[in-house]
């Protein structure tokens, strides 16, 4: 079940301006980079289950989560149907990603009440998402769209919440022009963890990341 009601997850991610996204199959590893996370001052993190038997390690990553690191906030993306989101969900998830917009999806999620992102990549993909309930779309891939076109969507909407995924780095002018196009926030997976962050085991090396990239996001928006 989850810990964290939909509204307390957006507020956060509100707050924090960054989803750090992440998969591997160790688990061990995984408790290390989640542990980095939140010792650099990341209150999410977005398990892709995109691997075989990925539902095993986020309910121990979960588990960990919970028991050891108070105010993380765990959620899954890649998910591409309902069937997946309900198990994940039975697991503890507290936000469901997805690659695209699925009714299914959103169905199941708010009949939990757990915060749901879509993968929208148009205007009408973005207002059926929200006449669905979703609280914040996910703009993917970010790097085919760009900070331009969120710019233009908040014009006419200036209530819709965006995530860009893809594109997003942790350079200044490329978080600069994200967050002066109006996003709420970024989700960032490679180019946080890297695979050279991963193979050297630099855990310390990816907090003091983590902790640089907050800082300079709430530079950017003060």
């Known amino acids: 079940m989850a810990q964290f009601t939909r509204i307390e997850v957006i507020k956060i991610m509100e ?3 960054m989803v750090p ?3 591997h199959p160790d688990v061990e590893l995984g408790k290390k980079v989640l542990k980095a996370c939140y010792d650099g001052g990341s209150r ?15 309910h121990e990553l ?3 989560a919970i028991k050891e690191l108070p105010g993380m906030v765990m959620g899954v993306g890649s998910i591409t149907d309902a069937a997946a989101a309900s198990m994940f969900m039975q697991m503890g998830a507290n936000f469901i990603v997805t690659p695209t917009l699925r009714e ?44 331009g076109f ?12 965006v995530m860009p995924t893809g594109g997003v780095s942790t350079d200044e002018d490329n978080l600069k ?7 709420t926030c970024v989700g960032m997976g490679s180019q946080m963890i890297s695979k050279d962050i991963l ?24």
């Open 150 to 161: 969120v710019k233009a969507i908040k014009g006419p909407q200036p209530w819709t919440s």
């Open 62 to 64: 979960n588990k960990f």
């Open 21 to 23: 996204l992440f998969y």
């Open 15 to 17: 707050e924090t301006g």
């Open 199 to 222: 193979a050297n085991k630099d855990f310390d090396g990816l907090e003091k990341r983590v902790k640089e990239t907050l800082a300079l996001i709430k530079k950017l928006r003060s």
């Open 177 to 183: 022009g994200w967050f002066n196009a109006g996003v």
């Open 104 to 147: 299914d999806i959103a169905i199941v999620c708010n009949r939990r009440k757990i915060l749901w992102s879509p993968g929208c990549g148009t205007l009408t993909e973005i207002n059926r998402a929200e006449e669905l309930g979703c609280e914040i779309v996910k703009l993917f891939p970010g790097d085919i769209y760009g900070p």
């Open 44 to 58: 999410l993190l977005e398990f892709t289950a995109r691997g075989d038997f990925a539902f095993e390690v986020f």
